[in-house]
C-alpha cells in the first residue's frame, strides 16, 4: 500500500460534498491502493453538519481512509494538503448582480489562495468547483505566487461530460465509444462543445450530424444543462458535479487514455491564440501526472467565433476583480 495523500476539500458539508468525499474516501479518485487522509474546511456555522459528514465517513469503515480532519481554518485544511478540491462558493443570492457575486467569491479565493501559498504541498493539485470556478481558480493562483501557477484548473468537466451524453444519445453510441470531444472557454453559458474532432467508434462525429441539431439543439442544451437540472430537481447538479470532479483530479493524476483527450480549464499559455494567463478551458491530454494542451487541432470560422465569445467573458470577469489580484 502506498503512503497516504492529503486531500482538501472545501465546502465540505454542502450538496457537492456530500457526492463527493465518498467517492474519494473509496478510492475512485486515486486509486484501490492510495489511501488519503481527508482535510474538510466549511465555515464556522456549518462546523455542526460537517461533524455529521465526519461521522458518516467514519460508519463506512473505508480501507482507503487514513484521517478525517475538519476544521474552519483554510491554513489549517490546507497544511501539506496534495490535491485541494475548491468546491465551496458564495452562491448567487437574491438581488446580486454577477459583479457582486465576483467580489464575494474574489474575496473566499484570494485569502484561500493564500493560505494555499503558504501552507499546501508544493505539488499540489488544485480544482476550482465552486462558481465562478475559471476566476476563482484564477484568483487562488494570483494569489499564491510560491506554487507553480499549472497546478491551478477550474472544473469543465462536468459539461465535458454533458456533451459526451447528448452525443451518445443522437448517434446511439455508448460514451465509451466516443473520443476526443472538446469543450472551450469558460464554465458558464459561453462555453463552447465542439464535437469537429470527436470520433464515434473512430469515425468523425460531424458526419453523423447535421449542423442545424448541433447549433440549435446540441450546443445550447450543453450550455444549459445547469439550469435544466435545477428546474427538474429543485436544486443544481451535485452528485454529477462530484463525478466530474473525481474524473478530472483521475485523469490528471493518472493519465487520459491512449487515443483520447478530457476537457480541463487550465492557465492558458496562448495556445489557440486565447490570451495568456486566462484559466480556459482547453483539450488536454494527461501523461505521468502532468497535461499538456492538444496542439494543431484545425479551427474553422465557426469554432473561432465560439471560442472568442467565451474568451471575451472571461476576459470581463478578470477585469471585475482586477482591483482585488495582486
Ligand atoms: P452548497 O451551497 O450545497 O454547498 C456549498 C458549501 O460551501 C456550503 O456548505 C457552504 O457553507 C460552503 N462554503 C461557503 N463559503 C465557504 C468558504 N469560504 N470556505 C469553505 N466552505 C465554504 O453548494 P453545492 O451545490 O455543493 O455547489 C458548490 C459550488 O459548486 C457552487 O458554487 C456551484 O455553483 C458550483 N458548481 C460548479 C459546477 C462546475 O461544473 N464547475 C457544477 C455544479 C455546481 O453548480
Keep these: 500500500m502506498k503512503a497516504p495523500v492529503r486531500v482538501a476539500v472545501t465546502g465540505a458539508a454542502g450538496q457537492i460534498g456530500y457526492s463527493l ?4 474516501a473509496s478510492g475512485d479518485m486515486l486509486g484501490p491502493d492510495q489511501p488519503v487522509i481527508l482535510q474538510l474546511l466549511e465555515v464556522s456555522p456549518a462546523m455542526d453538519a460537517l461533524q455529521g459528514v465526519v ?4 460508519d463506512c469503515a473505508f480501507p482507503l481512509v487514513a484521517g478525517i480532519q475538519a476544521s474552519d481554518q483554510a491554513e489549517e485544511a490546507f497544511r501539506d494538503a496534495d490535491y485541494i478540491l475548491l468546491v465551496g462558493a458564495k452562491p448567487r443570492g437574491p438581488g446580486m448582480e454577477r459583479k457582486d457575486l465576483l467580489e464575494a467569491n474574489a474575496a473566499i479565493f484570494s485569502a484561500q489562495g493564500k493560505a494555499m501559498n503558504a501552507v499546501a504541498s508544493r505539488d499540489v493539485r488544485v480544482l476550482a468547483v465552486g462558481n465562478p470556478a475559471n476566476t476563482n481558480a484564477l484568483i487562488a ?11 491551478f484548473t477550474a472544473m469543465t468537466r462536468l459539461d465535458h461530460n454533458r456533451a459526451l451524453a447528448q452525443l451518445s444519445g443522437r448517434v446511439g453510441a455508448h460514451v465509451n465509444d466516443i473520443t476526443r470531444m472538446t469543450v472551450w472557454g469558460n464554465h458558464s453559458a459561453t462555453q463552447y462543445p465542439d464535437i ?10 460531424a458526419d453523423q450530424v ?20 435545477i428546474k427538474a430537481r429543485g436544486q ?16 490528471w493524476t493518472l493519465g487520459t487514455p491512449e487515443g ?13 491564440g486565447i490570451a495568456e494567463g486566462l484559466i480556459y478551458s482547453f483539450p488536454v491530454r494527461c501523461v505521468n501526472g502532468h497535461y499538456e494542451i492538444v496542439q494543431g487541432l484545425d479551427v474553422d470560422d465557426f469554432s473561432r467565433e465560439r471560442m472568442l ?4 467573458e472571461l476576459t470581463e470577469e478578470r477585469d471585475a476583480v482586477a482591483h482585488l489580484l495582486p
Design 21 to 24: 468525499l465518498f467517492r474519494i
Design 55 to 58: 461521522m458518516e465517513l467514519d
Design 141 to 151: 493562483m494570483r494569489n499564491a505566487p510560491d506554487l507553480d501557477p499549472g497546478r
Design 196 to 205: 469537429s474532432h470527436t470520433l464515434v467508434k473512430g469515425s468523425p462525429a
Design 210 to 229: 447535421d449542423q442545424a441539431w448541433l447549433e440549435e439543439t446540441f450546443i445550447p442544451t450543453v450550455q444549459q444543462r445547469g439550469a435544466a437540472i
Design 236 to 251: 443544481s447538479s451535485a452528485a454529477s458535479a462530484a463525478s466530474a470532479a473525481i474524473d478530472h483530479m483521475r485523469d
Design 260 to 272: 483520447d483527450w478530457v476537457s480541463m480549464a487550465i492557465p492558458s499559455d496562448g495556445s489557440y
Design 309 to 312: 465569445a467565451t474568451e471575451q
